[in-house]
């Protein structure tokens, strides 16, 4: 194995995803707290990026495990070479 599963682009980019989105939200939510008058509607839409980030990452996850299984099928099916004298 190359030391990189599939998934790992997807969670790499989910979490890059998540993190923008996690600081979208405490830049909206911090002028509710300060009384100030609250940002636009563009700023809550790029709070969504968490979810959006989540989803990504859990998606990676996913095709990393059933890239495992795959091999580990495969592993199994082959059969062992046999032993040396």
Known sequence: MSGRNPGDV?????????????????????PLFLGADPLPTAAYLLSMLMGVGF??????????????????????ASPA?????
Do not use: C, D, K, W
């Open 10 to 30: 997807l969670v790499r980019a989910g979490a890059l995803v998540f993190g923008i989105g996690a600081l979208a939200t405490l830049v909206t939510v911090t």
């Open 55 to 76: 989803l990504l990452a859990a998606a990676g996850l996913l095709r990393a495990v059933r890239s495992e299984r795959r091999q580990s099928a495969a592993a199994e």
């Open 81 to 85: 070479p046999p032993p040396a004298r």
